[in-house]
């Protein structure tokens, strides 16, 4: 089966979804009116409160809510085959995501830019808002663990990835300092902006290939820690910023980046046709993935359904969303009627961001598919199913080549012998960052003289126990090493690089593309993080404005850096600590229960203020199918995942906060629910006797 068709329905249906049912809701059951007075006219402060052009924020907007969700959600879920993670984005964006992005953003707007745990606890009480407000800040710390798990994995050892999107930053700040300090916020000055940032943009990625070959290039191979450590700077400069310094422009610049990129990749999918390697539907099992009678190990654990839902996460529907439409972009709306097109818009654009992920993904073999997006032990000497060496006296041809970091992959100290590591496992990560001297010294075939790490052979796979088919010609063409590059990213950068190159001419640039698909995608995740951080940023400040004034005041810089710290500090604890295996269910299961507490609130706005108490089925059909799967997702997560984490002392730590973490969400939600549904039945009955 090819792509195009798919491509063709889903863009006819969020076309139609648009033009009819947004109209629908914006006119009827929210009724926008551009008399109204927003918070940015209200409010206006030239620090958070700041009127914005409609297509400014749309930008903004798009880039806040569309981080790694759209993209690896859709391609993490692709183990379990091409019709079900197909068929739930294209439903759940136009009859959940886009629904629930719309209600919340105007609620904010009405309600002078307030936070949904504010929100909540005007509508449904003093009780509900304080359970939503601690349940809400741990989902904002795991829904930016999750995001930064991604780029983390994608940019390690990555020397053109991370001078490209290093780049990003000066040229949004320039960008904001020009629009708003040279040219005084014109249009003009956006446009002039705007040109010259992107092409800086794009000539960073031509360049990144000459830095990466350059001494430079060897500095810029940073470790997955310092490149955490990196992640949780930027977002801490971002949050405490003026939002037209750093967060808006950059938001912006990124965003022509990705609509433009989606736009050409949608165009190279009609064009190119691919066929969709991946089966309509796969086996399922214990940890394992059948496809065409061959077994890999699973990319994420869990059956069909729920897991389904919940790793697609942000791709259909996502609770995230609700944190920026009462965060950042109420904050800045001009007028209502920009609500529609952000709110609905920006939406329906990040579903056709994981439809077109899902089909550059599924385009690849499946064994590729499995090879870059797990990461299995290997034996350091062969057994049955492989290993790195042959037997334990080949280890001895090591000795005289082993680096200081092979000696720590292999857990050796200074001076003992590599045939000490006989009976150890490592995982395929490690084995391929092993320097090219010490491959070759194993008959490996690496080039001992290169400064890159090499991608090795077909034949190097088989000797090692890892199926692969077009992988050892990817990884050349790439000049990276590809296998092992778990989180979704890696993949998902191949896949939109084969349809690239297959676009007349390109056949050769399937490196330059590879690179410019990790930009893309990093781009997307940084954007998130930034936001996402200003967001907890404020949601904390809220919280501790109930004990002190001052900390409560967002424009009070010490406030704003403490609380800026504590959410920086928290999400970056998970990624030090944790695996995209284990961050990113959690981060699927706090994403759609907090999804479902604001599609809960949204309800009651509806039933309270809307014309009709049935235009409250508009979010309560949502929210009674993500309730569902993902409180069952949570209860068997909890089961199946991380309290037996807690049993094994290698992994007792982080079982204990996942479990505490999962635990206290899930009873959150919970009692948010039932607590919504009592006001309800009050409203109804109100309105009946009225």
Not at 596 to 609: M, N, W
Request: with cysteine; glycine share 10%; hydrophobic share 50%.
């Amino acid at each position: 089966m090819h792509a195009l068709w798919f491509m063709i329905l889903a863009l006819a249906v969020l076309a139609i979804a648009y033009r009819y049912y947004s109209a629908f809701l914006a006119a009827k059951v929210l009724a926008l009116d551009d008399a109204r007075r927003t918070p940015a006219h209200e409010r206006n402060d030239g620090q958070n409160y700041h009127p914005t052009s409609r297509w400014v924020l749309f930008g903004h907007h798009f880039a806040a809510i569309t981080g790694a969700g759209p993209l690896v959600g859709p391609v993490l879920a692709a183990q379990f085959g091409f019709l079900p993670g197909y068929s739930w984005i294209l439903i759940g964006v136009v009859l959940g995501g886009a629904v629930h992005d719309l209600v919340m953003l105007t609620a904010s707007v009405r309600r002078g830019g307030r936070s949904l745990a504010e929100i909540a606890r005007d509508e449904l009480g003093p009780g509900v808002g304080a359970v939503a407000g601690v349940a809400i800040l741990f989902i904002v710390v795991i829904a930016l663990a999750g995001l930064g798990r991604v780029v983390v994995g994608a940019l390690a050892e990555s020397a053109w990835g991370v001078f490209t999107i290093g780049a990003s930053i000066p040229i949004a700040l320039a960008m904001g300092l020009f629009i708003y300090k040279v040219r005084g916020g014109s249009s003009q000055g956006v446009r002039e902006a705007t040109a010259v940032g992107v092409l800086l943009l794009l000539l960073c990625v031509v360049f990144g290939k000459q830095v990466q070959d350059s001494s430079l290039g060897q500095l810029l191979q940073l470790s997955e820690t310092t490149i955490t450590l990196l992640i949780a700077a930027y977002g801490f400069v971002a949050s405490v910023l003026p939002v037209w310094m750093l967060l808006c422009p950059r938001d912006y610049l990124s965003s022509y980046m990705k609509i433009g990129t989606i736009a050409l990749l949608v165009l190279g999918i009609v064009l190119v046709n691919p066929v969709i390697e991946m089966p309509l539907v796969n086996a399922v099992g214990a940890g394992t993935i059948a496809v065409d009678g061959e077994v890999f190990p699973a990319v994420v654990r869990g059956s069909l359904f729920p897991f389904v839902f919940i790793t697609i996460a942000c791709g259909a529907i996502s609770g995230f969303h609700a944190l920026i439409a009462s965060g950042t972009t109420p904050k800045m709306i001009d007028k209502e009627s920009d609500i529609r097109p952000i709110g609905y818009g920006a939406m329906l654009m990040e579903g056709l961001v994981g439809i077109t992920a899902l089909l550059a993904a599924t385009a690849l073999p499946p064994a590729d598919y499995f090879a870059i997006n797990t990461d299995p032990k290997i034996a350091v000497v062969a057994d049955a199913k492989g290993g790195l060496a042959p037997s334990r006296e080949a280890l001895a041809a090591l000795d005289p080549v082993m680096t200081a970091d092979d000696r720590r992959r292999l857990g050796l100290a200074e001076g003992q012998s590599a045939t000490t590591a006989a009976d150890k496992t490592l995982k395929l990560s490690e084995v391929l960052r092993l320097s090219n001297g010490s491959l070759a010294a194993l008959g490996y075939h690496a080039d001992p003289g290169s400064v890159h790490a090499s991608e090795l052979s077909a034949a190097d796979f088989k000797r090692l126990g890892v199926k692969v088919e077009d992988l050892p010609t990817l990884a050349e063409a790439t000049d990276e090493v590809i296998a092992a590059r778990t989180g979704g990213a890696v993949s998902l950068a191949v896949g939109m690089a084969r349809v690239f190159s297959g676009l007349p001419g390109m056949r050769t640039l399937l490196d330059y593309w590879y690179h410019f698909a990790i930009m893309f995608e990093a781009l997307f995740i940084l954007t998130t993080i930034d936001t996402g951080t200003r967001v907890g940023r404020f949601l904390l400040q809220e919280f501790l404005g109930r004990f002190s004034r001052k900390l409560g005041d967002p424009s009070w810089v010490p406030g704003a850096v403490l609380s800026s710290l504590v959410i920086v500090a928290g999400w970056s604890y998970f990624i030090l600590t944790g695996s995209i295996a284990t961050i990113w269910p959690m981060f699927g299961i706090a994403n759609q229960l907090l999804a479902s507490v604001a599609l809960a609130v949204g309800t009651t706005i509806v039933l309270k203020e809307g014309r009709r108490p049935a235009y409250a089925w508009v979010t309560l059909g949502p929210l009674l199918f993500v309730g569902t799967t993902t409180l069952t997702a949570g209860f068997r997560s909890l089961a199946e995942v991380y309290v037996p984490m807690t049993r094994d002392p290698a992994t007792a730590t982080m079982g204990v906060v996942n479990t505490a973490v999962t635990g206290t969400l899930l009873a959150c939600v919970l009692a948010i629910v039932a607590m919504s549904a009592r006001k309800w039945r009050e409203i109804l009955h109100a309105r009946a006797v009225a």
